[in-house]
């Protein structure tokens, strides 16, 4: 598969055991028929206005004091969701493929990272735009099959202004053959300076579903996603865990002011077990190396923020 230009190396993701197939006939055909490539440097441009209940809402979801007009970074992704008609969704709750992505014929499909700057905070009242463009598109294979790798770059401006610029990255593969092995998993440092523990309750999952219009349903129904996908609980949300993350950032240095964060999830935290977030400031303190751990010490996510 061509791409845009060359992206770094990206892990071997493996999120799940063996599950069915939800891609639709009309999707693997749509994407036999019309090569990847077609969808690179498509753009669609959302406008919305900032509201005020996202914040208040999220805000209690994570016990911490609502905020003021400044939307806090990351917190953005309250906004500009896609509102997809339910005849438009498939059996997984995502929406069917082939609209702004590529209609990747793969099963699943995952936010795997990400890389934002922040230039200026969006705020309550103003109505803002977010364009979007397909950057780059990786077809590859790795230990557990075929992966594709989709890059999507987002500009979020308000009254003609830039406030944030961000690489989103999603991955798409297949799945893994019954009895396939899972990649060892990665031990989590031990050296953090900060740590908060919370338990991804279905509650709170639920919440930041419903606040991100995000009907993916191994986040809050756990017969599908343990008998249809095949994992042992309800998947906690990858953004929800760079948000706590950032949330930690705030906890531990209220004052500090974020100018950039990248994240890349590294292996699925599971709802109903605690899972850690963890800080450690290195350098002249600017710099804050970020992990989770779940409930068995084994990394889930690692990031980095930058304050200004």
Request: aromatic share 10%; glycine share 8%.
């Amino acid at each position: 598969m061509k791409s845009r230009e060359a992206r770094p190396t990206r892990p071997d993701f493996h999120l799940s055991p063996y599950r069915r197939c939800v891609v639709s006939q009309s999707e693997q055909e749509v994407s036999q028929t019309v090569p990847l490539e077609a969808w690179l440097d498509k753009t669609e441009t959302l406008t919305d206005e900032i509201t005020s209940f996202p914040l208040r809402a999220l805000a209690a979801t994570l016990d911490r004091d609502a905020p003021g007009n400044a939307v806090p970074p990351l917190w953005h992704w309250l906004y500009f969701l896609p509102v997809a008609p339910l005849a438009q969704v498939g059996a997984d709750g995502h929406p069917k493929r082939g609209g702004f992505l590529p209609p990747v014929a793969l099963p699943r499909r995952m936010w795997a990272g990400g890389r934002l700057t922040f230039h200026a905070p969006l705020r309550v009242g103003e109505t803002a735009q977010r364009t979007s463009t397909i950057a780059n598109i990786e077809d590859k294979t790795g230990r557990s099959g075929r992966l594709v790798f989709v890059t999507v770059q987002h500009r979020y401006e308000s009254a003609g202004a830039l406030c944030i610029e961000e690489e989103h990255d999603i991955v798409y593969r297949d799945a893994p053959q019954p009895g396939a092995s899972a990649p060892k998993p990665i031990v989590a440092p031990a050296d953090n300076t900060w740590s908060r523990t919370l338990v991804g309750d279905p509650v709170m999952l639920f919440r930041y579903s419903a606040l991100t219009f995000n009907g993916h349903r191994i986040h809050y129904d756990f017969p599908y996603v343990t008998q249809e996908e095949g994992y042992p609980g309800l998947v906690v949300h990858g953004p929800l865990i760079a948000t706590l993350l950032l949330d930690l950032v705030h906890r531990e240095r209220p004052d500090g002011t974020v100018a950039s964060f990248a994240f890349r999830a590294v292996r699925p935290t599971f709802g109903g077990n605690a899972f850690t977030l963890c800080g450690k400031p290195v350098g002249d303190g600017r710099t804050i190396e970020l992990w989770a751990k779940d409930h068995d010490g084994y990394l889930t996510m690692q990031a980095t923020a930058t304050l200004a």
